[in-house]
């Protein structure tokens, strides 16, 4: 099993900054890549960034390329999202997955944390 916690999520007005974390317990090792979602209210839950463990490949959704970095520690197993240049569309529930696939796909994720929200005022 891996526990994930995730953290940093809050109001911010657009055009600002946030940073999530989301910190890995457990059998990490069976992890292959860490991913961040999001789901706002009405809407399917998205892909947002993903991040290999072990060469630190990423990947990036069309919508936030350029706004977004997705970094880890493996020291301290734990995975981070600065996000700037918020936009009010930005706005949901960002979560923390991992997977012991490299994938971006939303079912290919066993483990999720319970999510944190991101609310993006204009």
């Known amino acids: 099993q891996v526990q994930l916690v995730e953290s940093g999520g809050g109001l911010v007005q657009a055009g600002g900054s946030l940073r999530l974390s989301c910190a890995a317990s457990g059998r990490t090792s069976s992890t292959q890549t860490m991913g961040w979602f999001r789901q706002a209210p009405g809407k399917e839950r998205e892909f947002v960034a993903a991040i290999n463990w072990s060469d630190g490949s990423t990947y990036y959704a069309d919508s936030v390329k350029g706004r977004y970095t997705i970094s880890r520690d493996n020291a301290k197993n734990t995975v981070y999202l600065q996000m700037n240049s918020l936009k009010p569309e930005d706005t949901a529930v960002y979560y923390c997955?991992?997977?012991?696939?490299?994938?971006?796909?939303?079912?290919?994720?066993?483990?999720w944390g319970q999510g944190t929200q991101v609310t993006v005022s204009s």
């Open positions: 997955a991992a997977t012991r696939f490299a994938s971006v796909r939303t079912t290919t994720y066993t483990y």
